[in-house]
């Protein structure tokens, strides 16, 4: 478990700026080609409204194939018990809006009525310094694969330009990997920044 840091409504703040934008892996992808594909990673953020609070939507796409993510998500993020916790919510009928993290015309279509919360699955964060922490709530995000009832261990590390990330599923009685990266994280360097588009009202 985290130790307890008290955090901000700056603090939070800031991680949605951070998070928000266009991020690639492309360095890692050229220089380990067999061990890490190209990928894009979105962060755009909602309107207020959608939240009564700071929210980002998310998308993950193979770069030779924009326009059709392999993940797609709605954060909000919330102080809770000094730290800032990200709730995450899937999409019903993700691909009806598919590329919403480039186009904002498609995002503004998501209505808070066309999400569902996945329960046990929030990230926790903590700030220490230059940069922002984070990991999966416990061990009961669970996700069917290949017939494999796993549980989510994921683990983030934010800067205001870089994004690392290493999820992996672990089998639900033995604790072994099941899916996710056996060469490390996943490091993204920020191509575009959508900081402008978080709104300042808490």
Same mark, same amino acid.
Do not use: E, H, W
């Given at each position: 478990m985290m130790d307890k840091a008290e955090v901000t409504s700056n603090d939070l703040l800031t991680l949605a700026r951070w998070m928000a934008g266009d991020f690639s892996n492309y360095k890692q992808a050229s220089a380990s080609?067999?061990?890490f594909a190209h990928i894009h990673v979105f962060f755009r953020p909602l309107p207020f409204d959608?939240? &009564?609070g700071i929210g980002l939507y998310s998308e993950q796409v193979y770069d030779y194939d924009l326009w059709t993510p392999y993940r797609?998500?709605?954060h909000r993020l919330?102080?809770?018990d000094n730290h800032i916790y990200i709730e995450n919510f899937s999409l019903k009928n993700a691909m009806?809006?598919?590329? &919403?993290?480039?186009?904002?015309?498609?995002?503004?279509?998501i209505s808070p009525d066309v999400i569902e919360r996945r329960h046990n699955c929030s990230m926790v964060f903590r700030r220490e310094g230059d940069r922002f922490f984070g990991e999966v709530e416990g061990n009961s995000c669970f996700i069917e694969k290949n017939g494999c009832q796993t549980y989510l261990d994921s683990y983030v590390e934010i800067t205001e330009t870089t994004w690392a990330s290493l999820d992996k599923g672990m089998d639900v009685h033995t604790h072994q990997q099941v899916w996710g990266s056996t060469t490390g994280p996943l490091k993204f360097e920020k191509q575009e920044s959508f900081a402008h588009e978080v709104p300042t009202v808490l």
């Open positions: 080609p067999k061990d959608f939240f &009564s797609q998500g709605v919330v102080n809770r009806f809006y598919a590329g &919403s993290g480039r186009n904002l015309d498609i995002l503004n279509t």
